[in-house]
């Protein structure tokens, strides 16, 4: 059988992850002198809450070497054929340079994959190569079914502050200006975060998501992802509405991605395989 592996800016859940037989390699985060491994010591929920209590930007930091090193002994430990790894995209972290370098040792064939995006869209995809694996697909054939999913994510953050301080807005700077007052629209372009609009209100910005929603054909996964966002209920209701054929994956955004988009984040992701 082959496993799969993926990072904890995936946006999995414990529960999720486990149900179906992904492994979460965790990031770390850092508050000033304090460090945290995600998810393992500090939840999604403990980080908004302690975010909306720090006076400073939290840092996060690839997995080591180590780290992807073990989970794939693990895999092999326990009888795996192969792996495949799928990771947050190289333009955001360091975590496919981590798990490109501890599979060159690894004790089984380890296919590493760069996701080129982050938090749910990576969920979606690393949940579809679970489900070609739980088929019985060979190593190639699960590479493939992560080729295929590719996700499409459209996004609103309540603010720019989080990604300008974090450096990860890249050419949306140019597009969105010191516009702060505005509700971002984006999405990742060539690995990248990468502006795909703004409006002016957050009713306008969900209105924006949900008429994009509607606009996609052929969904076979969808997911909702969000940081404390109030509206989020209102959200998945809606979306439901949209496409009631394809039940939400709803998560609750984690560190990895919260330092960089900030509370009230919200997003969709749509895949087609």
Known sequence: MIRIVTDSSADLSPAVAEDHKIEVVPLTIRFGDEEFVDRLDLSAEAFWERL???DTLPGTAAPSVGAFGEAYRRMADEGADGVVAVTISQNLSGTYQSATLAAQDAPLPVRVIDSRTASIPLGLTAIAAADASRLGADLQDVEQAVSRAR?????????????QKGGRIGAAQAFFGGLLNVKPLITFTDGAVAAAGRVRTRRKALGALLDWLSEQDAITRLGVVHGNAPDIDDCVYQVRERAPDTDPLVALAGPVIGTHAGPGVLGIAVSRT
């Open 151 to 163: 996700p499409d994510l459209l996004a609103t953050l309540d603010t720019l502050e989080y990604l």
């Open 52 to 54: 909306s209590r720090s």
